[in-house]
């Protein structure tokens, strides 16, 4: 190689590094929402859209939020909720991750309806936050009120299933694999959140403004290599090399759950897994609905626009 051309590939790594000259360091839940980060690693998106993005386990909420807002980390993928709850991080959304409805209500076997959760107690990652929202109104809307059963905050849907195990708790909100994983284990599906709340903005991709607005190429290259992925996975002809990232990626994922898992999130149709990485207006909507009926203090909240900014997404999916 020339000396010039070095001197160019130098350059151009320079360019896709934050301002501080560090990788982008992306906190996440383990799970499948993950799937497009895997992919992207995996198969050089990153490289080749000029960014470079290593990916961390969130212990919790509260733990990933407060690294966010502390500048620890650049990028949480996380509950839209999250995004809301924590407003005063000056923090907002990017990016879609799932619309919410791959969220399974995982019960333990002696659970045969809504009725038996009376007096139990339910797994969250964090009893005023996150899901735990969306999990009170699914309850709510058959029939439990709040004083019904109690919350306990253990973490993300690996540390809720444990939870599930260990006997702690008798149901808790899963996403894939650890839905099916819980299922594997003798544990019944009692509802999915979309049968009962509809469209609902999941997971995004958050970052906090200011951060933002001081890295915006590095913050556009990593929304257009993450939509590459997503574009990649949704293409039936990657379906068995997506799976196989997966399990290797995740130790514990077996064949089987492996394929569930690219059937709930990836189904032409169906699938949770955000298309184009879009976020949905509407499930944002729904987010501001369940926090306004169950969060407390009680906040008048009614402009969804206020916690997201496409202005970094249009940019990036017009390749400028």
Do not use: C
């Not at 070095?6 to 560090?22: E, I, K, N, R, Y």
């Not at 819980?182 to 999915?192: H, K, P, S, T």
């Not at 909507?285 to 202005?311: K, Q």
């Amino acid at each position: 190689m020339s000396l010039k051309g070095f001197l160019l590939g130098v350059l151009v790594a320079l360019a896709a590094l934050p301002a501080d000259g560090q990788p982008l360091r992306v906190m996440g839940f383990s799970g499948s929402s993950n799937w497009p980060i895997f992919v992207a690693q995996e198969k050089g998106l990153f490289a080749r859209h000029g960014v470079e993005a290593g990916l961390m386990a969130a212990p919790g909420s509260a733990t990933q939020l407060a690294r966010l807002i502390e500048g620890r980390i650049e990028i949480a993928m996380t509950a839209m909720d999250n995004v809301v709850a924590y407003e005063e991080g000056d923090l907002f959304a990017f990016l879609g991750v799932s619309n919410g409805g791959r969220l399974n209500l995982m019960v333990a076997p002696t659970v045969k309806s809504y009725a038996d959760l009376k007096g139990r107690t339910l797994a969250v990652d964090a009893p005023s936050t996150g899901y735990s929202l969306l999990l009170m109104g699914m309850l709510l809307r058959a029939g439990l009120a709040a004083d019904d059963y109690a919350l306990v905050g253990v973490g993300g849907s690996r540390e809720r299933l444990a939870a599930l195990r260990s006997g702690r708790a008798a149901g808790a909100l899963l996403n894939a694999p650890q839905d099916a994983l819980a299922e594997a284990a003798g544990f019944v599906r009692l509802a999915n959140s979309a049968e009962i709340i509809g469209r609902y903005q999941g997971s995004v991709g958050a970052a906090r403004r200011p951060w933002a607005a001081a890295n915006v190429g590095a913050l556009v290259r990593f929304i257009r290599a993450y939509v590459a992925a997503v574009d990649w996975l949704y293409d039936p002809a990657n379906r068995a090399e997506a799976m196989d990232i997966l399990r290797r990626r995740l130790a514990d994922v077996s064949p089987d759950n492996a394929a569930r898992s690219y059937d709930e999130l990836l189904h032409p149709s169906r699938g949770s897994l955000s298309r184009k990485a879009a976020i949905d207006p509407e499930g944002v909507r729904t987010v501001l609905a369940l926090r306004r009926e169950f969060a407390r203090p009680a906040r008048p909240l009614s402009d969804p626009g206020r916690y997201y900014d496409l202005t970094y997404y249009e940019r990036a999916l017009r390749n400028e």
